[in-house]
């Protein structure tokens, strides 16, 4: 008896707090979202296979907010900032990060500046959305903290595919408004030829990209992982705040401008990449390295054209479990500048000759 009378209890419990669901008008979703009741937890997209937007759809600040594409396609409009929050400064910023949303089960969503702009929040989800042609970023993540990015397939971004970075606004800093410890998993970007990176890291702290693609058309690089102050990449990157990044299993299947990887971090945060496959030859380097605690591992693949270039003469890299052709060799030549897979090109002031004492080779695969 009191068993059944707890069961009846929590049935009553979970029937009394069932989410507030709210159903998005075809009319006007911009509007919608401007006007979210404050009770509102699930919002659906289910009035129509298709909707529209010219503007920003602005998201409430709320402690959790469902977006459920319900599979339909959402068109925005050319100046479309997409889902969005507006931000004054850095201040505003830090009293609003209670806020999180998981954005889901979208068709497509075409079109517009970004698809996904996300700012100021902490445990945010933005999950199984085919992203269509946007013209700056499909995804743009500002101070958004410990975001997950998953089963996300990014098509032809005019410029950026999927940004994780520091907040812009007035106050903001390399150090105070970082996506930490954000997780991009299963997302594939399918570039253009005005594609420049098709995924990017700026100044944030242990973020991990697992299990992600970069096709399509030419871009400049595949993964832009910078943490260089003010955006100078003419200089090592001095941001004291970055330690670590995570790069797994990633599968490139299309030629690079510039360098599949730039590699530009602060000398003591470490950088692991491992199993990457590059499929097809590669004239750009396939990795261009500036600072960092860079670590390859369990690379199989790997052709005698393919070449690591560095822009220090000192670089701090560790080879281990690799293909053999991903190796240095036991000397420098052509003048200094070339030992095996390394090479110094394009190098900084001061840095004339190339130099192996930080660089390490260790149990060749094959």
Same mark, same amino acid.
Request: aromatic share 8%; glycine share 8%; hydrophobic share 40%.
């Given at each position: 008896?009191?068993?059944?009378?707890?069961?009846?209890?929590?049935?009553?419990?979970?029937?009394?707090?069932?989410?507030?669901?709210?159903?998005?008008?075809?009319?006007?979703?911009?509007?919608?979202?401007?006007?979210?009741?404050?009770?509102?937890?699930?919002?659906?997209?289910?009035?129509?296979?298709?909707?529209?937007?010219?503007?920003?759809?602005?998201?409430?600040?709320?402690?959790?907010?469902?977006?459920?594409?319900?599979?339909?396609?959402? &068109?925005?409009?050319?100046?479309?900032?997409?889902?969005?929050?507006?931000?004054?400064?850095?201040?505003?910023?830090?009293?609003?990060?209670?806020?999180?949303?998981?954005?889901?089960?979208?068709?497509?969503?075409?079109?517009?500046?970004?698809?996904?702009?996300?700012?100021? #929040?902490?445990?945010?989800?933005?999950?199984?959305?085919?992203?269509?042609?946007?013209?700056?970023?499909?995804?743009?993540?500002?101070?958004?903290?410990? #975001?997950? /990015?998953?089963? &996300?397939?990014?098509?032809?971004?005019?410029?950026?595919?999927?940004?994780?970075?520091?907040?812009?606004?007035?106050?903001? #800093?390399?150090?105070?408004?970082?996506?930490?410890?954000?997780?991009?998993?299963?997302?594939? /970007?399918?570039?253009?030829?005005?594609? #420049?990176?098709?995924?990017?890291?700026? @100044?944030?702290?242990?973020?991990?990209?697992?299990?992600?693609?970069?096709?399509?058309?030419?871009?400049?690089?595949?993964?832009?992982?910078?943490?260089?102050?003010?955006?100078?990449?003419?200089?090592?990157?001095?941001?004291?705040?970055?330690?670590?990044?995570?790069?797994?299993?990633? @599968?490139?299947? @299309?030629? &690079?401008?510039?360098?599949?990887?730039?590699?530009?971090?602060?000398?003591?945060?470490?950088?692991?990449?491992?199993?990457?496959?590059?499929?097809?030859?590669?004239?750009?380097?396939?990795?261009?390295?500036?600072?960092?605690?860079?670590?390859?591992?369990?690379?199989?693949?790997?052709?005698?054209?393919?070449?690591?270039?560095?822009?220090?003469?000192?670089?701090?890299?560790?080879?281990?479990?690799?293909?053999?052709?991903?190796?240095?060799?036991?000397?420098?030549?052509?003048?200094?500048?070339?030992?095996? /897979?390394?090479?110094? &090109?394009?190098?900084?002031?001061? @840095?004339?000759?190339?130099?192996?004492?930080?660089?390490?080779?260790?149990?060749?695969?094959?």
């Amino acid at each position: 008896m009191v068993r059944s009378g707890s069961c009846f209890l929590w049935l009553l419990f979970a029937f009394c707090s069932k989410a507030t669901e709210y159903v998005v008008p075809v009319q006007d979703v911009a509007g919608f979202f401007a006007k979210l009741p404050k009770d509102a937890t699930y919002v659906s997209f289910s009035a129509a296979a298709v909707y529209k937007c010219d503007g920003d759809i602005v998201l409430p600040d709320v402690q959790l907010l469902v977006i459920d594409g319900k599979g339909c396609k959402l &068109v925005l409009g050319p100046n479309s900032n997409g889902f969005t929050r507006r931000i004054t400064d850095q201040a505003d910023a830090a009293k609003r990060t209670g806020s999180r949303y998981t954005i889901r089960d979208f068709a497509s969503i075409e079109g517009g500046k970004k698809a996904i702009d996300l700012k100021a #929040t902490l445990g945010s989800t933005v999950s199984n959305l085919r992203l269509v042609g946007q013209s700056e970023a499909a995804i743009d993540l500002r101070f958004a903290l410990m #975001t997950r /990015v998953e089963n &996300v397939l990014v098509t032809k971004p005019a410029k950026r595919g999927i940004v994780v970075r520091i907040g812009d606004w007035p106050g903001a #800093t390399w150090s105070n408004s970082q996506s930490n410890h954000t997780v991009v998993e299963q997302c594939r /970007v399918y570039a253009m030829a005005t594609t #420049t990176q098709a995924f990017t890291v700026l @100044h944030c702290n242990g973020v991990r990209m697992i299990d992600c693609i970069s096709e399509g058309g030419p871009c400049d690089h595949d993964l832009f992982l910078s943490a260089a102050i003010g955006g100078n990449e003419d200089q090592p990157a001095r941001n004291t705040v970055v330690k670590q990044f995570t790069l797994s299993n990633f @599968h490139v299947e @299309h030629a &690079v401008r510039k360098a599949s990887i730039h590699v530009n971090m602060p000398p003591k945060a470490v950088v692991d990449l491992s199993q990457i496959y590059w499929n097809g030859p590669q004239k750009a380097p396939v990795i261009s390295y500036v600072s960092g605690q860079l670590n390859l591992s369990d690379i199989g693949w790997f052709t005698d054209d393919m070449r690591i270039a560095t822009r220090v003469t000192s670089p701090r890299i560790n080879i281990d479990r690799c293909h053999s052709a991903l190796a240095t060799g036991d000397r420098v030549t052509n003048g200094g500048v070339r030992a095996g /897979v390394l090479q110094l &090109v394009d190098p900084l002031p001061g @840095h004339t000759a190339l130099g192996l004492r930080y660089v390490r080779v260790r149990t060749p695969s094959m």
